[in-house]
């Protein structure tokens, strides 16, 4: 039975070894919400960019591979952004570049996340 166990386990293991390269990470609004929370102060009051939110920029961008993927995190963007009044654009349009992190579009209000590639 142990035996069996052994084989079962390294067979999931090398299936994730082959097909985890190959599968699109799901990407949800929650995920987008968490991975930029430790900017909000930032984005709504200025002083030092934290690094926790270059972090989560980051992490993002990695997760960002497909248009689709680009397309749920613009519109996750633009849902989120009336809770949050308070954000100034100028710090949110420039937060990518701060992070070192180069980006295909602009985050803006006024973004048609429908011509996101």
Not at 23 to 33: F, Y
């Amino acid at each position: 039975m142990a035996s069996m166990l052994m084989k079962i386990a390294c067979m999931f293991i090398a299936c994730m070894v082959f097909l985890a390269p190959h599968s699109e990470a799901v990407i949800t609004c929650g995920l987008v919400t968490k991975s930029l929370m430790p900017c909000l102060f930032y984005l709504q009051n200025g002083g030092p960019l934290p690094a926790k939110c270059c972090q989560g920029v980051k992490s993002l961008n990695r997760s960002a591979r497909t248009t689709r993927a680009r397309k749920t995190i613009c519109g996750c963007l633009k849902t989120a952004k009336p809770s949050f009044p308070h954000i100034k654009a100028s710090r949110s349009a420039s937060l990518s570049s701060k992070c070192g992190v180069a980006q295909p579009y602009t985050i803006s209000p006024r973004i048609d996340c429908s011509k996101v590639h």
